[in-house]
């Protein structure tokens, strides 16, 4: 019995592309962040954090935070940030919980921080 690779289909073996719908997908596939356009006008990239917190059963804290990039992209402008989106044992588990967010998921993130910056993740 043949073992078949997770990234082909067994009835063609013709690979499949990597599935870049999730963040973590996204990154995976193209090897950079997703960029948005906000509905302030402005584009936006994403980055993933975690921090480090003194809560002891969860003491990693995730979040993300989207450069604001000047309208020529030239350089960045600024940012806005999400709150806290997942407290978790470990820095691979906060890691791996925001990038299972949907590309849409996350656009709906930037639009709250947009709309709301005075939101900080904590």
């Known amino acids: 019995m043949s073992e078949v690779q997770a ?6 073996d013709i690979p499949v592309p990597e599935d870049d719908s999730t ?8 090897d950079r962040p997703p960029a948005y356009e906000g509905s302030d006008g402005y584009p936006y ?9 003194a809560n002891l ?6 979040y993300l935070v989207f450069p604001r990039w000047a309208q020529n992209g030239v350089g960045i402008v600024g940012h806005v940030e999400t709150p806290t989106l997942t407290q978790c044992a470990t820095l691979e588990q906060a890691q791996g919980m925001l990038g299972e967010r949907t590309l849409s998921e996350v656009k709906d993130l ?3 921080a947009i709309a709301h910056p005075e939101m900080d993740h904590d």
């Open 45 to 53: 990239t994403v980055s993933v954090e975690v921090e480090r917190t």
């Open 7 to 12: 990234d082909s289909d067994p009835t063609t």
């Open 110 to 112: 930037l639009e709250q």
């Open 57 to 62: 059963r969860a003491p990693f804290s995730g």
């Open 23 to 30: 963040l973590a997908g996204y990154f995976r596939v193209h």
